[in-house]
Structures are given as structure tokens and as C-alpha cells.
T-cell receptor, first 116, second 113 residues
Framework: AQKITQTQPGMFVQEKEAVTLDCTYD???????LFWYKQPSSGEMIFLIY??????QNATEGRYSLNFQKARKSANLVISASQLGDSAMYFC?????????????FGSGTQLTVLP | DVKVTQSSRYLVKRTGEKVFLECVQDMDHENMFWYRQDPGLGLRLIYF???????EKGDIPEGYSVSREKKERFSLILESASTNQTSMYLCASLTQGATDTQYFGPGTRLTVL
């Protein structure tokens, strides 16, 4: 079974509107972390936001927020007030437990296009 | 700021060649990673290292090896490149703390002809 599922291969949003990118995960480990990365066409993976499994509140970083619903095992990324520069591929990733090397498992990504 | 650099942005090699991809980080991190990225598959872990001279296989190690002789440098080696190793290769370095976040280099787009 997929550990990280991103069901939206592509999304479009109008500039200045909000958009939600979906991510569901599968783990039996009570301790895990969830990450979102942005990959522009240049190729570099840029860390956006982190949510720990024990965090009581949803994570926020500027225009990015993470809608964490633990019982549903979902960790959707919300981007408010979209900008043209937000057009990129977005990846959800998970780290399980407290392994020595902190490996990440990635979803297949969502290509977001912001329309002017 | 964490700085992770990779030796080449683009590389073209021939089948059977030995290929070295270099990754350097300047933050004294112990953990480093090599991924490959293919359309529709996301990122898949090839190898990782949690200390100098220490390495472990990831999900897809076949056809690859790694070297970590110094803490700041983690090399990915394709002993005999094949066309199915044409891909984007990303190196990451881990900053340990409350979030254990991986920071990535700019990537190397390798084409094997």
C-alpha cells in the first residue's frame, strides 16, 4: 500500500485565491512527521512546512498552512492568496518513528498552476 | 542557512560509463541522502549515510553505490551507467532537531545515452 497518496496530479487556481492540495498517509507508527516541499521548474526541492504527529495545532508558515486531520490520516496543504510564483510541483512526505537516519517517503506530487 | 550543493546540474553519459555525482553540505550534518526522481513516482531513496564511512541501502539501491569519506561530502556512483538510470538525482542533508528536516541540493539531471 502507498504510504503517501496525492490524488491530484494537476491543479489550477486563479491568482489571489486559496488552494488546497490533498495528502493522505498510512502508518501504524504513533510518532511521525509530515512535510510539504515545493519544486519549481528549476528542480530544487524547497521545504515549506512541517507537522508533527503529536502537535496539537495545525502548522502555519506565512501563506502556507497544513490542515492536519489525524483520525482521517490527512495532511492537506493550504496556500492562501496564490501568487504566480507558486506555480510548481508540490510533494507531501512522511518520516516515521525515530529511525537513526530520518528517512522520508514521498508522494507522487501535485503540479499546481496559478492563472493570472 | 543550510547550503547543499551538487557538482553538476546537467550531465550526459554513455551506457557503460562510470558516473560520479557529488554532493556537499556546509552545515556539519551527519545524515545525508541520495534520491532519484521520475515523473509520476515522486522521490525514491537510493542510499543514505548517517556518519562518515557509514551507509545504508534505501528502496532502490541496485546499480548504485555510495561513498562518504568526509562528513561534508556524499558521492553517488553508477558503476556502469544504463539508460534506465536516466533521471533527476537529488541529494539532501538532514538538520536534526525538533523537526528533523531534510534540505535539498539543486539536483542533477542525468541522461544516459
Amino acid at each position: 500500500a502507498q504510504k503517501i497518496t496525492q490524488t491530484q496530479p494537476g491543479m489550477f487556481v486563479q491568482e489571489k485565491e486559496a488552494v488546497t492540495l490533498d495528502c493522505t498517509y498510512d502508518t501504524s507508527d504513533p510518532s511521525y512527521g509530515l512535510f510539504w516541499y515545493k519544486q519549481p521548474s528549476s528542480g530544487e526541492m524547497i521545504f515549506l512546512i512541517y507537522q508533527g504527529s503529536y502537535d496539537q495545532q495545525n502548522a502555519t508558515e506565512g501563506r502556507y498552512s497544513l490542515n492536519f486531520q489525524k483520525a482521517r490520516k490527512s495532511a492537506n496543504l493550504v496556500i492562501s492568496a496564490s501568487q504566480l510564483g507558486d506555480s510548481a510541483m508540490y510533494f507531501c512526505a512522511m518520516r516515521e518513528g525515530h529511525g537513526s537516519a530520518r528517512q522520508l517517503t514521498f508522494g507522487s506530487g501535485t503540479q499546481l498552476t496559478v492563472l493570472p | 542557512d543550510v547550503k547543499v550543493t551538487q557538482s553538476s546540474r546537467y550531465l550526459v553519459k554513455r551506457t557503460g560509463e562510470k558516473v560520479f555525482l557529488e554532493c556537499v553540505q556546509d552545515m556539519d550534518h551527519e545524515n545525508m541522502f541520495w534520491y532519484r526522481q521520475d515523473p509520476g513516482l515522486g522521490l525514491r531513496l537510493i542510499y543514505f549515510s548517517y556518519d562518515v564511512k557509514m551507509k545504508e541501502k534505501g528502496d532502490i539501491p541496485e546499480g548504485y553505490s555510495v561513498s562518504r569519506e568526509k562528513k561534508e561530502r556524499f558521492s553517488l556512483i553508477l558503476e556502469s551507467a544504463s539508460t534506465n538510470q536516466t533521471s533527476m538525482y537529488l541529494c539532501a542533508s538532514l538538520t536534526q532537531g525538533a523537526t528533523d528536516t531534510q534540505y535539498f541540493g539543486p539536483g542533477t539531471r542525468l541522461t544516459v545515452l
